[in-house]
């Protein structure tokens, strides 16, 4: 198994940037953030809010496929897609296919249990269903989530184990070995109080409540539930990152490894929550060079 934790020193290093150097992006920074538009705007099913954003390379392919799935704290006051055209425009201009993901939040409707992954789920099928005539190379895909999409992106890792009997079972699912993972978390259960005083719900809104047939609303909904899946991940967060800390990265990433998974973290030393995403950032060759590898790695 593979462990590797980048040192905060070296990543002055690599980044050069040293603590004063670099004010720490906000939330207004943020939402600020923005791209070229996509190629393609792609509909997956009968809500606007149901659709994936293609930016498609030049040349022939075949073409490396990053899966890109927004955060927002599963809220549409914080967007996501707009916020991630950065990092799909840079990826594109690199040879990767980016098949960025919208998908229904808490406050649309049909989002939250089941909806939210039922989305990821279809917008996944159709990659598939489509693969073949964009020239993309399906054993090159990896999932790269920012926050929520983060959960997300670590869910699509260990969608195969889902039982029959869950409303989140997909037949055609797509195996996915490979996830980055930004300012990220993989189970919900130690940010319960946080998600409430931050973004102002209750996660029983994104797991479901619990019922007869469905006992335990984790076991569906929850990554860690959902390993060992045979993938890797590379959790990156700021060193400032005041939502998913390094050292919950660090938390989380043993737990993987614990349960048969490999896992490597890598601090941006400064950075916050949002600097992760941004490609005008003195972070993004770091990120950069962490997704040009995972692309390089056969399933």
Not at 26 to 39: A, E, H, I, K, Q
Not at 91 to 98: M, N
Request: with cysteine.
């Amino acid at each position: 198994m593979r462990f590797r934790i980048i040192a905060i020193g070296l990543l002055y290093a690599v980044v050069g940037v040293a603590h004063g150097a670099h004010k720490p992006a906000t939330v207004t920074d943020y939402l600020r953030l923005s791209g070229p538009n996509p190629n393609e705007r792609l509909f997956y099913g009968g809500s606007p809010y149901q659709f994936v954003e293609l930016f498609q390379p030049r040349g022939p392919g075949p073409f490396p496929v990053v899966l890109l799935i927004h955060g927002g704290c599963f809220k549409n006051e914080y967007q996501g897609m707009p916020q991630m055209r950065g990092i799909a425009a840079a990826l594109s201009s690199q040879g990767i296919a980016v098949w960025s993901i919208e998908y229904r939040v808490l406050d649309e409707p049909g989002g939250g249990y089941p909806g939210t992954f039922q989305d990821v789920n279809a917008a996944l099928d159709m990659l598939a269903a489509q693969a073949e005539s964009r020239h993309f190379d399906m054993d090159r895909i990896i999932a790269v989530g920012h926050s929520a999409g983060a959960y997300l992106a670590l869910w699509i890792a260990g969608r195969a184990l889902l039982p029959p009997s869950s409303p989140l079972h997909d037949t055609r699912s797509i195996p996915v070995r490979n996830v980055v993972a930004l300012g990220g978390f993989g189970d919900l259960r130690p940010y319960a109080e946080h998600l409430q005083e931050a973004c102002g719900y209750s996660i029983s809104q994104i797991i479901g409540v619990p019922s007869a047939e469905r006992q335990d609303v984790y076991a569906d909904t929850t990554p860690i539930e959902l390993s060992p899946n045979g993938s890797h991940t590379v959790f990156i967060n700021g060193e400032l990152d005041n939502f998913a800390s390094p050292k919950d990265a660090r938390d989380y990433a043993d737990r993987v490894r614990r349960r048969g998974d490999s896992a490597e973290t890598v601090v941006l030393p400064g950075a916050s929550h949002f600097d992760e995403v941004s490609t005008t950032s003195p972070y993004w060759r770091v990120v950069w060079g962490v997704i040009r590898r995972a692309v390089g790695e056969k399933k």
